[in-house]
């Protein structure tokens, strides 16, 4: 009976002569798929190529245009404003007259509506600056801070001719601590409630600019005076205030920091 062999015979290794046939039907094979690739979608490939490389172009011409107009526009405010300083009203309203289409940028279309109520008002013309600081407040271009210092500028002018539940309503946003127009809007909603007859909300008002150390020491004395008056404490530090304004004398500072107290 014939033995059942017990090892498999050894598989044929490739040879060097084989493998350096098989590398070269590889590229072969990926070279013909590449020729075939480009044959097919080598014009698109290229087109696309081209539209990119343009649309670069494009984009770096733009820029550079862009930066010459908001150039352009920074030169044409700073003269605007020297004819301004001039009392030169009437020229400087020309300067800035090209600055208020749609063609200018959102911020220089501000400066500008800026300037021109600012002359308005040198030229005693308080309605039109009005006008001016609204349009520049209803603008949704503007930028947001400046949007907020022309609410506030239109409600000081109008101020007298409005009811006060109107002044509170439009700058309440405003008049709250950390806002960056904070002292001056709070103020004005302060004495709006003042007029309407809470003087508990007014007084915590006044109070609380006279306590904001990031204020003028002017605004901040002038709501400490009003606060008083309503009878709201507005001192957190009695010696420091008397020692900013000069009261503080040699070994009288405690007497008069009780005697405030």
Do not use: C
Not at 71 to 80: F, G, M
């Amino acid at each position: 009976m014939a033995r059942i062999p017990t090892s498999r015979p050894p598989v044929p290794t490739a040879s060097a002569e084989d493998e350096v046939l098989i590398r070269e039907i590889d590229e072969a094979v990926r070279e013909d798929a590449l020729l075939t690739f480009l044959r097919e979608h080598g014009w698109k490939l290229l087109g696309g190529i081209v539209a990119l490389i343009a649309a670069l172009g494009a984009y770096m011409l733009w820029h550079n245009w862009r930066e010459g107009q908001l150039e352009a526009q920074s030169e044409t405010l700073i003269s605007a404003l020297d004819y301004a300083e001039q009392r030169d009203f009437a020229t400087s309203n020309q300067k800035i007259a090209p600055l208020l289409s749609g063609e200018a940028s959102p911020g220089a279309r501000a400066a500008a509506r800026f300037i021109e109520a600012s002359n308005a008002i040198e030229e005693r013309d308080p309605a039109r600056a009005r006008v001016l600081y609204k349009a520049i407040a209803s603008d949704p271009e503007t930028p947001p801070a400046l949007r907020d210092l022309a609410l506030l500028r239109e409600v000081t002018l109008g101020f007298d001719s409005m009811k006060p539940t109107e002044v509170i309503a439009r700058l309440a946003p405003l008049a709250k601590p950390g806002q960056a127009l904070f002292g001056s809007a709070a103020e004005l909603v302060a004495m709006a409630h003042l007029e309407n007859g809470n003087r508990a909300e007014a007084g915590k008002l006044f109070a609380a600019i006279a306590k904001d150390e990031s204020l003028s020491e002017t605004l901040r004395s002038r709501a400490r005076q009003m606060a008083g008056l309503l009878g709201v404490d507005a001192v957190e530090d009695v010696g420091k205030l008397l020692k900013e304004e000069g009261a503080e004398t040699n070994g009288g500072s405690a007497a008069a920091a009780d005697a405030a107290g």
